[in-house]
C-alpha cells in the first residue's frame, strides 16, 4: 500500500508529459521532446518532469528501425502535457483509438502539443478547429487545404494557443519545447534546458527564412514574359512597362496575369527580387546596399523593410545563416556575381 501511495503522489507532483509514438513516427522530433523534458531536474536531483513514451500497440514502426514502447495510451489519462511528433506521411489514416485518445486528455484539460506534421493528426482529432497553427512549411498548403477551418502560420516556428501548442519542422520543436519549459518552470530552466541541448534559447525570426519562395510560373501566354521580367528585375519596371512588352493594355495584363498566375504583376515581382536577393545573399559577399541596387530596389531602407516581412529576418541576419563564405576573402566573388546580375538586366 505504502508503494501505491508514493506512486500517486509523484503522479501528483511530477508534471507528466507523454510523448504519443504512432506508426511512421519521425524518431528526431520523438527523441528531441524526451531529451528536453526528460533531463532536467531540480537542485535535490528531483526530475521535474515524468516522461513516458506510449503508443496504441507495443511495437511502432519508426521507418529505419522499430520501436519497443513501454506504456500504451493510459497513461494519457493522468498526463499534464501530450506531445505528438511529426509522422512520415501525415495524409495517411490516423487510428481512431489515438484520435479519441487525444480528445479525452484534450477535454480532461491536458495542454496537447505537436511536432512538424504531428499538426495533421491533432487536426484530424477536431483540436485545432478554428485556430492557428503551424506544421512544416512543405506540408502547410496540405493542412491548409485538407483542414480549411484551421487557421495555418507557415511563417512562424511554433503558435502558442494556450492549451494546444504547434511547431514547425525539425528544430522548431525544439523551440516549442523549451518554450513549454518556460511557461512551467520560468526563463531560467528553460535556460538551462537550452544548455543542454546546446541550443538557443529564443531564435530569431520564423520558418520564412527556410522556405524556397520560387515565383509561380505559367505555361501559358504569359511565360515568356516571366521569363524576361526575371531577367530585368534590376530595372524600374512598372506594370506599365510590363503591359508594354507583353503588347497588352495594363488593365488586360493585370487581368491575365491574375488568371494564370494567380496574384498581381508587382506582387511576382516583389518576390521574384526577393528571391535573387536569397541567392546573392548565400553566394556573395557583396554589401546589402549592393545586392539591393542588383535587385531592383531604389533604397536600400525599402529593401529591409520588403526583405524582412517576407523572409522573416533581416537581409544581414540571413547571411549569417545561409552563406558559409561571409567570412572569407572572396573578392572577386563580389564582383562577378553583382556583374552578371545586372549584365542580365
Request: charge should be positive; proline fraction near 5%.
Amino acid at each position: 500500500m505504502k508503494v501505491e501511495e508514493t506512486r500517486r503522489e509523484k503522479d501528483v507532483m511530477v508534471h507528466r508529459v507523454c510523448i504519443v509514438a504512432m506508426d511512421q513516427v519521425i524518431p528526431y522530433d520523438l527523441t528531441l521532446a524526451y531529451e528536453v523534458f526528460g533531463r532536467l531536474r531540480d537542485d535535490r536531483g528531483k526530475p521535474f518532469y515524468d516522461v513516458r513514451v506510449c503508443a496504441e500497440a507495443a511495437r511502432v514502426d519508426a521507418g529505419a528501425f522499430g520501436l519497443v514502447v513501454p506504456f500504451g495510451l493510459e497513461v494519457l489519462t493522468r498526463a499534464r502535457t501530450v506531445i505528438v511528433p511529426g509522422i512520415e506521411n501525415p495524409l495517411a489514416p490516423r487510428s481512431k483509438t489515438i484520435l479519441r485518445a487525444l480528445q479525452r486528455a484534450h477535454r480532461r484539460g491536458a495542454r496537447i502539443a505537436s511536432i512538424c506534421s504531428g499538426a495533421f493528426v491533432l487536426a484530424e482529432a477536431g483540436l485545432l478547429d478554428g485556430r492557428r497553427a503551424t506544421t512544416h512549411w512543405l506540408c502547410a498548403d496540405h493542412l491548409a487545404s485538407r483542414y480549411p477551418q484551421v487557421k495555418v502560420d507557415p511563417n512562424v516556428l511554433y503558435v502558442d494557443e494556450g492549451e494546444i501548442v504547434t511547431s514547425a519542422g525539425a528544430s522548431a520543436g525544439m523551440d516549442m519545447c523549451l518554450h513549454l519549459v518556460r511557461r512551467d518552470l520560468g526563463q531560467a530552466v528553460a535556460t538551462h534546458a537550452a544548455r543542454l541541448a546546446v541550443a538557443p534559447v529564443n531564435r530569431e525570426g520564423g520558418q520564412a527564412q527556410f522556405i524556397r519562395r520560387d515565383p509561380p510560373r505559367s505555361s501559358g501566354s504569359l511565360a515568356p514574359h516571366l521569363e524576361w521580367i526575371a531577367a530585368h528585375l534590376a530595372k524600374p519596371l512598372t506594370v506599365a512597362r510590363m503591359a508594354t512588352q507583353a503588347g497588352m493594355s495594363e488593365r488586360s495584363f493585370a487581368r491575365h496575369f491574375r488568371e494564370q498566375i494567380g496574384t498581381t504583376p508587382m506582387q511576382w515581382l516583389l518576390n521574384a527580387r526577393i528571391r535573387r536577393a536569397q541567392e546573392l545573399l548565400e553566394s556573395s559577399t557583396a554589401y546589402v546596399d549592393q545586392i539591393a541596387a542588383a535587385c531592383g530596389f531604389q533604397s536600400s531602407v525599402t529593401f529591409r523593410s520588403s526583405f524582412r516581412r517576407i523572409a522573416g529576418v533581416s537581409p544581414a541576419d540571413y547571411r549569417r545563416r545561409f552563406n558559409d563564405a561571409q567570412t572569407s576573402d572572396a573578392p572577386g566573388l563580389k564582383g562577378s556575381v553583382l556583374g552578371a546580375a545586372v549584365g542580365a538586366a
